[in-house]
């Protein structure tokens, strides 16, 4: 054995934690050795003073690394006799040799996996014996990473020219000539790996570069490539994995490629870069495949990551990040039980960010700053004089304090978490392995770490205002424009400033009614900042500020709307939401500007109305109508106030927009039940009653279905029944019963379509009743059952799988259900059903097809797909399964999968798939009435679609979309065949 060995090396191990454990396996770790015959190896190394103490302290702590002692005695007692860099040396020409000899992926799996056990297995030595320092143990770990890529990259170029797709030049090393690289990010980057970490990477390659055999795409080619890559790391086999593998800091990544052109990739980032993504660029670093190119591409980044002038937009921007990790995670105090030692309150992260925000602002002109190591980061700072020596001191002994904590943290389960355990137990272990006899000392010294990092980042960070709340100059009298007051409106938002002006000018000399009065324009100027400020912060203040203005000059007054917007900040940035986000809400609020005195409702914000609510809110004020034409304007102004609120519910995120559709469409059955009996008390007041009869309203599409926008229209049926023994109705005036139901139908259609002073309630579309607009505006009982069961086509059973009767007499109703019910459970041969259903959905899709995945409805994989999947599998397992005849699609989806004709995973993703249009199409419904531009739309209703489909950015919402309708085209042609 070594004198320079590692057991000889040893400087401190912590104390045991769990002494009985430690025995046990202790045991198990001598009888394996005796078996092999080294135990008298293993008696010379336990000689040494601290030897069985290690052992002790790993096997009463770390379940994981006791495992990896057992499963290769030899392995560890080869670690204690020799130095650990001679180790550590012949791991590395191990590797070289086994994946230069590895024939099979399977093979190099395996050798990669040994490998990496190995290097777990020293470091952890080495770290808990006081061996190596904790950086030391991360620039190992970091080496690791390097080279099982740089060997996979290697081992898959070959591979790829063995198969004769990669056709490298004789004289260039394959790995050179590809054109492929592997970009570290994070701590794998700047050398700082941690002892479970992932690791981040972006793959690039340089275009035209690789030779590739005619007819091998290059995209395909390196996706795959990387695709291989992943899998030979982070896939879990009987001998574990390399290193988990995440690539979403690549750019845009819900809609680019795992691995993206370098010409792609310099577009993006000097086109649409965040600051983020500066930040972490401090950190890239080439580290496998052609590294020499890789080297070349970061450098042309620079001009992206280091700007020449201070940039102190970009404090306010990754600041903000470091507030949303405290607001979303609740790491708002500092603490010892269950705090996140990497992004909790003075920890890891702090530091971090700490170093990079003043490298960001300071490393385009002091060239000195551009570091990726964090330690060596903070000395510079130093050096350059941003930071005191003190604050440099204490910052770096807290960041080798917590990393080493975060070791030994994931060193006990393998586990990536840098969360210390709530109290009890697991907090003495974990006091134990690091090295502190007792849980109170080692509360001590990490309190002292996470205090000090806190004080010293938040005199730099925390108390730095806005950026946007810094108001100018805001001056609106004169008849000149105060050019300061240009230039404040302008860092406001407003591009148009002067016209800005102009409009808050015309408030201050009392052009509206609203602003004649001394006290209203007083209450102006004390609150103009505040509204400007709040128009100016939604996605066009210029639109936001028009809209006001409009609004503000169809109010009779305006003290009581500044007092209460002045009061009440949530109020105004919901108003100046409702401006600036949603132009169609902003229109229908400054045309009928009493809307807003629901908003101020205090119940406004409680539960959302249900639909015996929405029932008894029509009938009771239908009781107080003078006459049938007043009573349409009050159905009206009742339905125009109940979606208006609607639509600021989903706006203000107090409703999400799936319960939003089950609300339009509850409003609208009670709506039509309103009119309905408005039509019948005027037909019969005209006509007489026809005894022993009456109509029913049967809702279809998305009102049946229970899925309405802001914007649907209403799919109709009616559907009547008389005794012949009473043809004919009872009045002066009388007609027969198809007549007298025609006719009421005809007013049922005036009563929700026709424009009066509120407007209108709905569209209507009838086309859906028997024989289309060819056939009679309501359809007696009998010719309904028979043209559904003998005539109609294929496409109109399917509509029926939406139809709901939501009006009507009760014994009628039932009787209408019975036969959809009936019609829908009748045998069908399903080869015909299929053909038809493709036939349709291939007609539309060549009359309105799109490519544009937000034109959610007709894109391939998007709503029209969905439905007919559904309303398809519906028609063909009816009879067989009844239970799966739901309108509601997600409700369908749910019976489909309940009975056997979807499988599980299918369902998720049809479920989701609906979920996420839905919610995206009431969104854009409620917002905008035209189609939605995603490249040019406002970042605030960008941010709107994010909330509403729970998506961190547009861009990952924007690939999620597609990659879902992808999915879904893929289950309909698995499904409807």
């Not at 551009?370 to 204490?394: F, N, Y």
């Not at 999968?897 to 919610?919: C, F, P």
């Not at 409620?926 to 709107?944: H, Q, R, V």
Request: net charge negative; hydrophobic share 40%; with cysteine.
């Amino acid at each position: 054995m070594s004198q320079s060995g590692l057991g000889n090396a040893i400087k401190s191990v912590p104390p045991v934690f769990d002494e009985t454990r430690a025995q046990l396996q202790f045991d198990d770790l001598r009888g394996s050795a005796e078996r092999l015959g080294i135990d008298r190896a293993l008696d010379e190394l336990l000689a040494l003073p601290l030897v069985r103490k290690l052992l002790d302290a790993i096997m009463g702590s770390s379940p994981y690394l006791t495992q990896l002692i057992l499963r290769d005695p030899a392995r560890i007692i080869m670690f204690l006799e020799n130095d650990p860099e001679t180790s550590l040396s012949d791991l590395n020409a191990t590797l070289m040799k086994n994946s230069g000899n590895a024939q099979t992926r399977d093979e190099l799996m395996r050798a990669l996996r040994e490998y990496k056990s190995s290097i777990a297995l020293l470091t952890a030595l080495c770290d808990l014996a006081d061996v190596w320092p904790v950086m030391k143990v991360t620039a190992v770990l970091s080496d690791c990473a390097d080279l099982t890529l740089q060997y996979s990259v290697r081992f898959l170029l070959q591979e790829a020219a063995s198969k004769g797709e990669y056709l490298p030049a004789d004289d260039f090393d394959l790995v050179e000539a590809s054109g492929y690289i592997v970009v570290a990010m994070g701590k794998h980057g700047a050398w700082e790996l941690n002892y479970s970490s992932d690791i981040d990477l972006i793959v690039f390659y340089i275009a035209g570069k690789a030779r590739l055999r005619d007819g091998v795409i290059e995209q395909t080619f390196f996706v795959r490539l990387t695709r291989a890559l992943v899998k030979l790391m982070q896939e879990s086999t009987a001998d574990g994995y390399v290193f988990r593998t995440d690539l979403r800091l690549r750019p845009d990544p819900g809609a680019t490629q795992v691995a993206l052109s370098t010409e792609a990739a310099h577009g993006y980032y000097e086109s649409f870069g965040q600051n983020w993504e500066r930040a972490a660029m401090i950190k890239a670093r080439a580290v496998a495949g052609d590294i020499a190119a890789g080297n070349m591409f970061l450098n042309e980044l620079q001009p992206f990551v280091w700007r020449k002038y201070l940039d102190f937009a970009t404090i306010a921007d990754v600041h903000a990040m470091k507030r949303q990790i405290h607001t979303h995670k609740g790491f708002s105090k500092v603490a010892v039980g269950g705090h996140n030692i990497k992004l909790g309150r003075g920890g890891i992260r702090e530091i971090e960010f700490f170093a990079q925000t003043q490298q960001l602002i300071a490393g385009g002109r002091q060239e000195d700053l551009r570091i990726s190591e964090t330690l060596k980061a903070l000395d510079k700072l130093v050096e350059r004089g941003w930071i005191e020596e003190r604050a440099r001191d204490e910052l770096q002994a807290a960041y080798i304090f917590l990393r080493m904590v975060e070791h030994r943290l994931q060193m006990i389960n393998d586990e990536q978490t840098q969360t210390l355990p709530g109290e009890g137990e697991g907090l003495l272990l974990m006091a134990r392995f690091c090295g502190f006899g007792q849980v109170e000392d080692f509360e001590d010294e990490m309190l002292r770490h996470l205090n000090n990092v806190q004080g010293h980042y938040g005199a730099l960070f925390e108390d730095v205002p806005a950026l946007s709340g810094e108001f100018g100059n805001l001056v609106f009298t004169g008849d000149e424009d105060d050019p300061r007051t240009l230039k404040t409106l302008h860092e406001m938002g407003f591009e148009n400033a002067p016209a800005a002006i102009s409009i808050v000018r015309g408030w201050h000399f009392g052009r509206y009614r609203a602003m004649k009065s001394e006290t209203v324009r007083s209450l102006l100027t004390e609150f103009q900042p505040a509204l400007l400020g709040a128009l100016g912060h939604t996605s066009d203040p210029d639109f936001a500020l028009r809209s006001f203005d409009s609004f503000l000059s169809s109010i009779p007054a305006g003290v009581q709307l500044f007092s209460l917007l002045r009061s009440n900040p949530e109020l105004l940035r919901l108003v100046a939401d409702i401006m600036g986000t949603a132009p169609r809400l902003a229109s229908i609020m400054s045309r009928q500007p009493r809307l807003l005195e629901a908003v101020l409702d205090p119940g406004f914000f409680g539960e959302i109305p249900s639909q015996s609510d929405l029932d008894a809110l029509v009938e009771e004020e239908l009781t107080r109508t003078s006459d049938y034409q007043d009573g349409l304007e009050r159905v009206r102004i009742i339905g125009k106030e109940q979606s208006f609120l609607t639509g600021v519910r989903v706006l203000s995120g107090t409703v999400d927009a799936e319960e939003a559709g089950a609300n339009y469409a509850a409003q609208a059955r009670a709506l039509i039940r309103g009119c309905h009996g408005l039509v019948e008390r005027e037909v019969a007041q005209n006509h007489g009653e026809m005894l022993g009869s009456g109509f029913v309203v049967i809702a279809m599409g998305k009102l049946g279905g229970s899925e309405m926008s802001a914007s649907s229209d209403v799919d109709l049926i009616t559907v009547y029944d008389f005794d012949e023994a009473h043809a004919y109705s009872d009045g002066k005036r009388a007609l027969h019963g198809n007549a007298y139901y025609a006719r009421c139908t005809q007013r049922l259609i005036s009563a929700l379509t026709s424009p009066m002073a509120e407007g209108r309630l709905y569209e209507v579309d009838m086309r859906l009743r028997p024989s289309g607009n060819a056939g009679p505006v309501a359809t007696r009982l009998a010719s309904f059952d028979a043209y559904q069961r003998e005539t109609a086509w294929t496409w109109e059973h399917m509509a029926l799988t939406r139809a709901k009767v939501i009006s009507g007499p009760p014994e009628l109703r039932s009787r209408v259900e019975e036969v959809i019910r009936d019609v829908l459970m009748m045998a069908r041969e399903p080869e015909k059903i299929v053909s038809d259903v493709r036939e349709m959905r291939d007609r539309i899709a060549l009359e309105k097809g799109s490519d544009d995945p937000w034109n959610i409805k007709q894109v391939r994989g998007g709503l029209i797909d969905l439905e007919f999947i559904a309303q398809y599998l519906q028609l063909v397992h009816g009879r067989s399964a009844p239970g799966v005849l739901q309108s509601n699609t997600f409700e369908a989806f749910q019976a489909l999968k309940e009975a056997g004709v979807i499988d599980a995973a299918q369902a998720e993703t049809l479920i989701s798939a609906t979920r996420l249009m839905h919610n995206l199409m009431q969104v854009l419904r409620l917002c905008i009435d035209g189609s939605f531009e995603a490249s040019g739309a406002p970042e605030e209703m960008k941010t709107l679609l994010c909330r509403a489909s729970n998506m961190p950015d547009f861009s990952r919402l924007h690939g999620s979309l597609k990659a879902i309708q992808v999915e879904v085209f893929e289950l309909y042609e698995e499904l409807v065949k």
